[in-house]
C-alpha cells in the first residue's frame, strides 16, 4: 500500500512538471495543441500568466517531491497530505471554472492518493 500511495505522488508531482513546462516553456508552441478550446491567437498575449500559473505547478511539484524524500513518517504524511490537499483544491476549482476534465486530470489522482493517505 506504502509504495502504491508513493506512485501516486510521484505521477501528481510528474504531472504538475509537466503543467509548470508547459505553462512556462511550451505556452506558444505546444499550448495550442494542448488547450483547443483557446483561440490561438489568445496564446501569445497570455503566456506571462500562463508562466505564473506553471510557477505554481511547479511549487505544487516541489512540495510532493520534498514529502517523499522525508524519512520521518509523521512528517512525511503530513506534508503530502498538505500538498495533495493543495492540488486536489486547485483541481476541484478549476473544475468548476475551466473545464470539468481538469478534476479527472488533476484532482482524482490526488484524490486517490489521499484516500489511501487517509485509510493507511
Known sequence: MEILIKILIGLVAF??????YLEMFA???????VFKSIPATQ?????????NQGLYNGFLAAGLVWALLIT????????????????AIAGVYGAATVSKRIF??????????????VVL
Open 43 to 51: 496564446f501569445a498575449t497570455t503566456k506571462a500568466m500562463a508562466g
Open 72 to 87: 520521518d513518517p509523521v512528517w512525511q504524511r503530513n506534508v503530502s497530505l498538505f500538498f495533495l490537499t493543495c492540488v
Open 104 to 117: 479527472f486530470i488533476q484532482a482524482m489522482p490526488a484524490l486517490a492518493a489521499i484516500g489511501l493517505l
Open 15 to 20: 504531472l504538475h512538471f509537466y503543467f509548470l
Open 27 to 33: 505556452w506558444t508552441t505546444r499550448g495550442p495543441k
